[in-house]
């Protein structure tokens, strides 16, 4: 079935590193590709997602591209600050069925 | 609009003790699902509806059930809790996906409801 791998955790940087999270996936077709983020104590929201191949999706410095080939959807980011410290998950919406299937989670901290 | 408002925030409860957990959404979404997020761990669906009167199971349902009866909520009962069922529990809810296919566009969540049984 559908299934989403994102690299375990937990990852310390300091202020102003660059940031990768590796995700990998499963599945059938052309599924649609998410990244959500959960502040401590707060539900999910949504980061950014892509919904076809070779697609970017970005919002306050965060970018991820949607490979097909590599089957991947990795976020980056150039420069992270404090307040981007999170729970970072990698999530997959398929052609098969209704639901959402979610990474593990990364937690991510920086310090100044 | 509130999004997905979920009641109450925190809950202590006796074993063997019952309750409903409240998840509404005015969004006018179609598609609602109900998660458990254990300490530390990634979330796991208890059970999702694709409209009103439709429910299907997630991957832990056992101790759980729901109903649909209106667009706007989506209530998770707990008949006799145990330890285990300890945890934070979510509700989303979202349109189908727009690309074709079966499947799910974003999901927008409430800020949970931590449960804990003694």
């Known amino acids: 079935g559908d299934s989403v791998t994102q690299m375990e955790g937990p990852v310390t940087l300091s202020e102003e590193a660059f940031l990768t999270i590796n995700c990998t996936y499963t599945?059938?077709?052309?599924?649609?590709l998410f990244w959500y983020v959960q502040y401590p104590g707060e539900g999910l929201q949504l980061l950014l997602k892509?919904?076809?191949?070779?697609d970017k999706g970005s919002n306050k410095g965060f970018e991820a591209t949607y490979r097909k080939e590599t089957t991947s959807f990795h976020l980056e980011k150039g420069s992270v600050q404090v307040s981007d410290s999170a729970v970072y998950f990698c999530?997959?919406?398929?052609?098969?069925?209704?639901?959402?299937?979610f990474g593990a989670g990364t937690r991510l901290t920086v310090k100044p | 609009n509130a999004g997905v408002t979920q009641t109450p925030k925190f809950r202590i409860l006796k074993i063997g003790q019952s309750m409903t957990l409240q998840c509404t959404q005015d969004?006018?979404?179609?598609?609602m699902y109900w998660y458990r997020q254990d300490p530390g761990m990634g979330l796991k669906l208890i059970y999702y509806?694709?409209?009103?009167?439709?429910?299907d199971k997630g991957e832990v349902p056992n101790g759980y059930n729901v109903s649909r009866s209106t667009t706007e909520d989506f209530p998770l009962r707990l008949e006799l809790a145990a330890p285990s069922q300890t945890s934070v529990y979510f509700c989303?809810?979202?349109?189908?996906?727009?690309?074709?296919?079966?499947?799910?566009?974003?999901?927008?969540f409430g800020p949970g409801t931590r449960l804990t049984v003694l």
């Open positions: 969004m006018n979404h179609n598609y």
């Open positions: 599945a059938t077709g052309y599924p649609s």
């Open positions: 892509a919904t076809k191949a070779d």
């Open positions: 509806s694709v409209g009103a009167g439709i429910t």
């Open positions: 989303a809810s979202s349109y189908p996906r727009r690309t074709g296919g079966a499947g799910t566009d974003t999901q927008y």
């Open positions: 999530a997959l919406s398929g052609v098969n069925n209704n639901d959402m299937r």
